[in-house]
């Protein structure tokens, strides 16, 4: 039977693709819509593949006939709580470049980055968009000349509040007379929301690809009842909460055969994938200098990823390409002859998993090269191959290239070399689907490119297609939890990413780390959602480079310690600043790759750095100094005995003799106390020791990790000297990270027996466990 895939949630005036799964290019399907709510005016064509844009909230039932039968579709749409913004841009901040306007149009993630397709109109003195957006932050830029070089950036925040979550449990309860399958969805409201967690309603839809009589199932507010004895042998149950908003809907897979019934959850992530270290390879790159790139080089550095502690590698695409980056593809079958066979390919493979490092393969299936052979049948009018590639009108196109046709291939950004599939053609999706069976079986996960690009039908499709315990890692930018939906289980976390570099550049201070996570919530990421944690990227300048080696050392430390997949991409550890040149094997910074591998190996010995929650500690930075009778000043060091409980302790590790220096606050709340030490008797007379402390430190901070059974507290120095930093609670005597003594003081205003006034010294990360 024709299977047109689960249901979809959207919200009004969404645009929805509605695709037939597994098809024949060869085949007629045709699109119905059966029944919707009284006063929509949706339609739908006659194209195997069609959008629909629900108008009116409510649910929507759509037939598929096809080659093998007839299936239906629930489309459920809910209000929307778009705003009608302008976008505007006066024409006194117009570049002094632009020597002429020939075109101007508005670029950004509502519009997919397509330059060309909305153009602001003149009024009084402005460039004016008018566009509706949904809560939250949107960037944009306005575009002469259809040259991306000639841009002005801006962004606007639209108030509104976050998406509410859903997650469902199954149980099976049971008395004398019958076995009952139990579904409850715990519903959360957003941060911001007028809605208590308990106002939240919750929603469940049967799929109708499930032959589940409605008769069988009763639903109470957040729990949904079947007798197991009507369960079909696969059952799929989806659910959303609904406040405000609609959350992302979760899902469980329930299938009964002879021995009982199991239920799995597919927005999960395979258990491998919960929280593993990545290092993603620029694959051409990683030999070093001098040797030729190949799958059988990169097998014979894989002890140095063992090192690591790497538990995943993501290899750049690896396949067919006039390119040394690899993302455009002209033969999606074939491995690039400069690499090495496809044997040579599965022996790395197998030599990764023989260390326990699975592989995340590059698919790459937004675009082709344009020197790809179905590219140039397309352009070259052969039969078979017109609607292979997506099209826009000639007025669109900036590039000035005479394109074959009467029209111009669409691409994202200023991509001309690499042209959009048209995944309304079932010739592309069956194309693509092969690919997808071509390599899934050969490795454990993909990384998606531009997955933002490609519709959901099709990676709902994919999804289902893939092992269970295969990993599908999504690049959508901005992050957008609504490929979390059946589709993808580890996302870029582009909000921590951009955050990390603020930070890092002196931009924000260190505490806007929290608000990247909080922000994490308000998006309505559900808790099964893993983030990838990265610093930089193939496509990102290099973190040293950019924020120097102090904010380095600290933003990776953030990766390690904050919940989600943190990622090293080749040379980070070794102190690269060239983006994708050769890695530095022979002249890298051995000490901050030990200071990366420290980090790796922890996490891994650490559960509680893998599965602990996120709690903010208040810290204080505190710089001790004496002064002289005759009025001087001078910051105390590391070597001096004021403040010091433990002489031969901290001694162990003074490294360095200015380790806590610490230029005074300018706070002008900071509160400044004097003290003497307890344990010196023979404090000079004619000098007193001041404590300035300054209560919102802007380049610190500081959180606990804690899962019930352990707790570890990070504080992580974003600033290019080492800080004595006050923590709200004692804390023992070693750094874990290093396995070496805690640089302490002591506060001697605390109080007999309270050791919550110890300072500890911390150069760039402090792991420790509290008292």
């Not at 620029?282 to 097998?299: H, Q």
């Not at 998006?523 to 944690?533: K, M």
Request: aromatic share 8%; with cysteine; net charge negative.
């Amino acid at each position: 039977m024709s299977d047109p895939g689960p249901p979809r949630f959207v919200a009004v005036d969404e645009t929805v693709q509605l695709a037939p799964a597994a098809p024949d290019p060869d085949a007629a399907y045709r699109w119905s819509l059966r029944d919707g709510p009284a006063d929509s005016r949706v339609s739908v064509g006659d194209d195997a593949v069609i959008e629909v844009t629900p108008d009116v909230a409510g649910r929507y039932r759509f037939e598929l006939d096809g080659p093998d039968g007839t299936a239906t579709q629930t489309v459920r749409a809910f209000p929307n709580c778009n705003t009608a913004v302008e976008l505007e841009l006066p024409f006194e901040d117009v570049p002094d470049d632009v020597e002429e306007i020939d075109s101007v149009s508005v670029v950004g993630s509502f519009n997919d980055q397509l330059v060309g397709r909305d153009r602001p109109r003149r009024d009084t003195g402005r460039f004016v968009l008018d566009v509706e957006l949904p809560p939250g932050e949107h960037h944009y830029g306005f575009c002469f000349n259809g040259d991306l070089g000639l841009q002005v950036h801006d962004s606007v925040t639209i108030p509104g509040p976050g998406r509410p979550r859903c997650g469902l449990e199954t149980r099976i309860d049971s008395d004398d007379e019958t076995d009952t399958l139990v579904v409850e969805a715990d519903a959360a409201a957003a941060p911001d929301s007028e809605y208590a967690d308990s106002d939240l309603a919750v929603e469940f839809v049967v799929d109708e690809r499930d032959a589940l009589p409605d008769a069988a199932i009763e639903t109470d507010d957040r729990t949904l009842r079947v007798p197991v004895a009507d369960l079909p042998e696969r059952t799929r149950i989806h659910a959303v909460a609904v406040g405000e908003r609609h959350s992302v809907a979760d899902t469980v897979d329930v299938r009964r055969d002879g021995t009982g019934v199991t239920a799995r959850q597919p927005n999960e992530p395979p258990a491998w994938a919960e929280s593993p270290t990545v290092y993603e390879i620029f694959v051409r790159s990683f030999a070093g200098e001098t040797l030729s790139a190949t799958f059988a080089e990169i097998e014979r550095r894989i002890e140095y990823l063992e090192s690591l502690a790497v538990d995943v590698l993501w290899l750049t695409p690896i396949l067919a390409s006039p390119t040394d980056h690899g993302y455009h593809i002209t033969d999606y079958f074939s491995t690039a002859d400069d690499l090495g066979s496809r044997a040579a390919f599965e022996s790395l493979v197998d030599r990764c998993h023989e260390a326990d490092i699975r592989v995340v393969f590059d698919l790459v299936i937004n675009h082709t090269s344009r020197d790809h052979p179905a590219f140039q049948l397309h352009s070259a009018d052969v039969a078979g191959y017109d609607d292979y590639y997506a099209r826009v009108p000639r007025e669109r196109d900036g590039t000035g290239i005479d394109w074959a046709g009467e029209d111009a291939p669409e691409f994202y950004f200023n991509w001309e070399r690499i042209p959009n599939l048209n995944y309304r053609s079932l010739d592309v999706r069956d194309w693509m689907l092969a690919v997808v069976d071509e390599w899934a079986d050969v490795v454990d996960g993909f990384r998606c490119d531009i997955a933002w690009g490609v519709p959901h039908s099709f990676w709902k499709e994919v999804r289902e297609r893939v092992p269970e315990d295969f990993l599908m890692l999504d690049e959508t930018i901005p992050r957008d939890p609504q490929f979390h939906e059946a589709e993808f289980q580890m996302h870029y976390d582009s909000t921590l990413h951009s955050t990390l570099r603020e930070v890092g550049c002196g931009e924000t201070p260190a505490s806007t780390v929290f608000d990247a996570l909080d922000d994490t919530r308000w998006q309505g990421f559900p808790d099964s959602a893993v983030h990838l944690r990265y610093v930089e990227n193939h496509d990102e300048t290099r973190y040293l480079d950019d924020c120097g080696e102090a904010s380095l050392r600290a933003a990776a430390a953030a990766t390690f310690t904050l919940p989600g997949a943190p990622m090293l991409y080749y040379g980070q550890e070794r102190g690269m600043t060239s983006q994708r040149g050769p890695m530095k094997w022979h002249d890298g910074d051995s000490d901050l790759t030990e200071f990366h591998r420290s980090l790796a190996w922890l996490r891994r010995d650490q559960p509680v750095l893998r599965d602990g929650s996120v709690e903010p500690l208040d810290l204080r930075v505190v710089e001790i100094t004496k002064e002289s009778e005759t009025g001087e000043k001078a910051v105390v060091d590391d070597d001096s005995d004021v403040y010091t409980d433990d002489d031969d302790a901290n001694d162990a590790d003074d490294t360095d003799d200015n380790a806590d220096t610490d230029p005074a606050t300018d706070d002008d709340d900071a509160a400044t106390e004097t003290a003497v030490d307890d344990e010196d008797d023979t404090a000079e007379s004619d000098s007193s020791v001041t404590i300035e402390i300054d209560d919102d430190p802007d380049r610190v901070i500081g959180f606990a990790r804690d899962n019930g059974d352990d707790r570890l507290l990070v504080v992580l120095n974003f600033s290019e000297t080492a800080k004595t930093v006050a923590l709200p609670t004692a804390v023992g005597d070693t750094d874990l990270r290093t396995d070496t003594p805690l640089r302490k003081r002591y506060d001697p205003d605390a109080s007999d027996g309270d050791t919550a006034g110890d300072y500890v010294v911390v150069d760039d990360v402090l792991i420790c466990r509290p008292a």
